[in-house]
């Protein structure tokens, strides 16, 4: 066995643990252990089983194994393709103790982890996230769904899952554009709960974009540990679980208004970010940090000319709008948000009129 | 208010009351107290939309109502019935503090459910049956979902409804047929959990036919009682909720051998418990008086002649196989079932080959 670290998402009898480490999946850890029952599907697209499919096999020793492909890419990501990953358990006989495997980036575990939430109400799911973004963020606190065609995730589950695995081998076949995607979600962390993480971000932004292994597996650590501590006290998301999506409520919009898979959920993040920073009450030099921190790290720091009016109509339908009511989350300072209907009409005006 | 009972399902924070009475919809219950947001959708069908709508609507004053139907029967029970109500949401602009109204029978509420379960990962949910079946059993305890070409409930949630709201006047307008049909969920408690009120169904049962409605009152409140603490004592059925199921190994089979619909749940249900009793190791006299209770109330009392090969294949996708193993409901005696892997093969097949 390598060595690894281990973090545990504490949510008492559903409590499972965040493994992160190189060379898990080529024999670093005993994954069949955590398949309970005889059989298992694992879920990947055509771009990620060719690469590491055979390996995570040679981890299943012992357990019935089934394979299911989905089609890359988050235009994929639909209530369909939940269907078509229930249809193949159905095939295969799976019963309430068969195991599904989400291999891959945010997608496939979104998608996947949804059929397994859906699947006789809920059967065992392992997340194997490899997208640096997947490995931070979207395999870690239970979130599942697919898209609407006229909302992101507006169909979904909170299923958690019982093991997630994070080989940090696995980034090394990552486009430079999915890392950098995925850092979009880290430089988060470091802006709404860690000012000392924002502050080592800036000091190693260019180690990370140049792969540092150590740089990398510390980064995924830290934000892993991050989320981890905010869904095990709030799972559900009635109150401060929301503060992870900073970004998000304009990332949503951008990404809906530019059509899915345009811009990758982190890139939208990262403008996101920055919108909402504007509109927060904190001093012009930190919007000024964060936004320096995202150009460096390779990523948008405007949102894309789509016209406000298109993207104030798409965030109408943002989950986080409660009795017809926008709420963001702002900084108080970096390192620390919250959650709110309040803000200023005019200040969001500006924040949009930026898109054209 | 009239007066009414009402039982509370232990959850923890997710508790809520089961609440029983007449002229609950006509102005004895303050149903909108229990919609949280602004607004609401009432999912119903065909055939109860026109008896109870209004009414209902009239007890959900300061609230925006919405209104969606569905196709009345077990064979629209499908994902996209589910699919059409997200549609539905979406269209009118709901948020996560809209809540989902499901008024009509178990198939209503299992569809309208699980579409409260996906949408935005959960909102909230109040169940009004209308039917005998739908009181007693499927609106308590949080199970949604939907069938699948090969089996029944095979993609669901679990998902707490906030309130069951059961106005016994509804029965009034119930078929005969469906009213028996609600009895064999009746007859199972008694079974499965308690011998004394499965004698005070015996004396009782023709006063039940007759509609008698203290007489049908009674018997409501009573199955909810031990619905309510077997769901509290094993919300997420890994234990003891699986005795619920009495009767529904063979029941479901029933159900998919001769197509969804044709044999109504219940009806299933009643065949299935007699043949699980016979696997049992009861006496014959025992067999012998659940035997004639479930005649007496107008239920099968012996499967259709589908095939014992037939019904074999069908139970082999049932929920409750684990590691390839059949498990059945079992009596030890009237009024206490256990839940097992163990029984004799032969037995099984002189139970079946009653199936022709």
Redesign the interface.
Known sequence: MASYCSITVDLGERSYPIIIGSGLLAGGYDLAASVD??DCLVVSNETVAPLYLDTLKSSLHGREVAEFNLQDGEAWKT?DAS?AI??KL?DM?A???TTVIALGGGVVGDIAGFAA??????VALIQVPTTLLAQVDSSVGG?T?VN?A??K??????HQPRLVLIDTDTLATLPDRELKAGLAEVIKYGAIADAEFLAWLEQNIDTLIARDADTLAHAIQRSCEIKAEIVADDE?ETGRRAVLNFGHTFGHAIEHCVGYGEWLHGEAVAAGMIMAAKLSSIDDGSVERLRELIARAGLPVAPPMVGAKQLRAAM??D??????QLRFVLLNKLGDAHVTAEFDPAALEDVLGAAG
């Open positions: 029952g005889p209530l269907a229930v249809d159905v006989g019963n309430r103790d939430a859906c699947y006789m109400r809920g979130k769904g609407h006229r909302g995730n507006l169909i979904g589950a909170f559900r109408g339908m989950k986080k709008v409660q009795r017809k």
